[in-house]
């Protein structure tokens, strides 16, 4: 049915453990996919100051896609030169990468923000130390985590007042996505149209069909998820929160990352896969 395959996964929950960010478990897989031309795209509510970091740290060369699908970065020459055109898309160089942007800069939501005054943790505006208590980082990381381009992260204490903000800010023209932690507010983008760029660039670039291995653990990632070939939903404290009616859905026995191990196995040997062959 398709010539090749791509794992797209979101980060925090689903390849890191959710309390730890613990990743050892995963590296072998990581490897073997690798190994078998299987691009692994990252797909996150992360930072690229964070993510950077991630890439290097699990040596993936492949593209990914940061602040719940508001850019995606592409490393230089990984596509052929001219491919990616300014024509197509709203594209930038940052730091040895082609930038598609898909949402909006961060200083428009800040301006938002700040009008309507929402009674919530602003995470990028918060003190260093909250940062690290609330997400259990070290100052290190969640500096990164603090340094976004295009997305705010807010913690509500009061149920009611997230619902009334959410509504708001939908009415008021912005992207809204419930994270493990966070309302997360954005452009017009998210995780799923962001992933199927990516999708036809390969697709395009290689003249190949792709499927896709798409692995979420929170409410952030079903838009991902509905849009995969074999959605993998990994157990976290978040994924009950998943409602996805797909017939090829598969959910883990384990939490990440020894879960993100179970459901690409699962994923693999799957009878969808078996066909392919």
Known sequence: MFDNWIVVSDMDGTLLNHHDYQVQAALPMLDQLEQAGIPVVFNTSKTFAELKDWVSLLNNKHPFIVENGSAIYI??????EGFITEQTFSVKN???????????????????????KPDAIN???CSLQQAVDITGLTEQDATAAQTRQFSVPLMFKDDVKQLAFAKKAKQDGFGILKGGRFLHVLGLCDKGSSMQILKNLYANCYQKTYGMIVLGDSQNDVAMLRQADIPVVVKSPSSQSIELDHPEKIKTQNEAPEGWVEGVTLALNSNKLEQDK
């Open 94 to 116: 940052v730091n040895g990468y082609r930038v598609i942007v898909t949402g909006i800069e961060i200083q428009s939501i800040h301006n938002y923000l700040k009008s309507v």
């Open 75 to 80: 490393p230089e020459h990984y596509f052929p």
């Open 123 to 125: 995470f990028t505006q």
